[in-house]
């Protein structure tokens, strides 16, 4: 891929994060409510108190002089202040960043390997019981809503069985006498929100790895390896499973880009404090700043995410030339 082509494809990008900020900027504010119903709930409030609160966070100016104002604010960085945690958006942001990473990458990590692996397996194994199994497992774990995963996991682990925490990072009051522990606790709790994100991913992962590998190995040139005696995974490996790994990097670059939006009702079920919680949290309160501030990071890991997979491509398949 040459460089022009890298260029225009970052120039396309930047076009594509512009036109989703501006859809997401008119999105929020056609939503049913009012933010400053939210943030004053003091019914003793004067219309004075509530006249500064709307010039302090500029609701009191028109809809286009807030559009403006947000752009110019945000080409210095500046997402904003939250309207609930009243603390510079960016700083919010910054706190749950790193567990959303850790939850979602490690669920992302564990798909992929396994995934894939009994996706290959699957396909290899073609029409036997192994076959079979494989393919019943992904799709009841891609059919299975994740939210009803999710409590399903929590009644029988955390109620039932009592291993595992139901909720947080780490045992709140809990002082830790060394690393290990403090590890072995954040393990504990992390454990069923991965498992749930994992099984979901699992399933989609090896339907699609079974079903791409299957339609390569009907291919003339695989035939043709065949018939010049090469061995089964040796074809598999140097013929087949490149070309079939071109839909897994589509699938996974966009499922990798949205591990910093984290998933909503995993956060939620488990109280995970991560960023796909405080988007619900800052949809339920109406905070525009902190949902623009959100979806802002999501629009650019996904766009990012899709570009870094145009690139792989042409490495993968010299085919791929733009």
Known sequence: MTRKIIVRKLFYALL???VVLVFNYILFRVLPGNPLNMMMRNPRATPETIAAVKEFYGLDQPWYIQFFTYFKHL?????????????????????KILPTVLMVGLAEIVAIVVGIFLGILAA???????DVATLSFSLVTYSVPTFWLGMILVVIFCV???????????????SFPTTFAMLQDLFMHLALPVLTMSLVLI?????????TLMDVLSEDYITTARAKG???????????????MLPMITIIAINVGFVVAGAIQVETIFSWPGLGRLMYEALRARDYPLLQGVFLLVTVSVVLANVLADITYSY???RVKN
């Not at 039932?160 to 009051?173: A, K």
């Not at 090469?230 to 079939?244: D, Q, T």
Request: aromatic share 10%; charged share 20%.
């Open 75 to 95: 080409l210095t960085g500046d997402l904003g202040v939250s309207f609930v945690y009243k603390a510079p958006v960016a700083d919010v942001l910054a706190q």
């Open 124 to 130: 290899w194994k073609r029409g036997t019981k192994l």
């Open 160 to 174: 039932q069985l009592r291993i595992f925490p139901t909720s947080g990072m780490f045992t709140p009051g809990k």
């Open 316 to 318: 993968i398949d010299p």
């Open 203 to 211: 399933g989609e992962y090896a339907l699609t790895m079974r079903n």
């Open 230 to 244: 090469f061995r089964e995974r040796y074809i598999l490996k140097k013929h087949a499973l490149p070309n079939a």
């Open 16 to 18: 594509t994060i512009l």
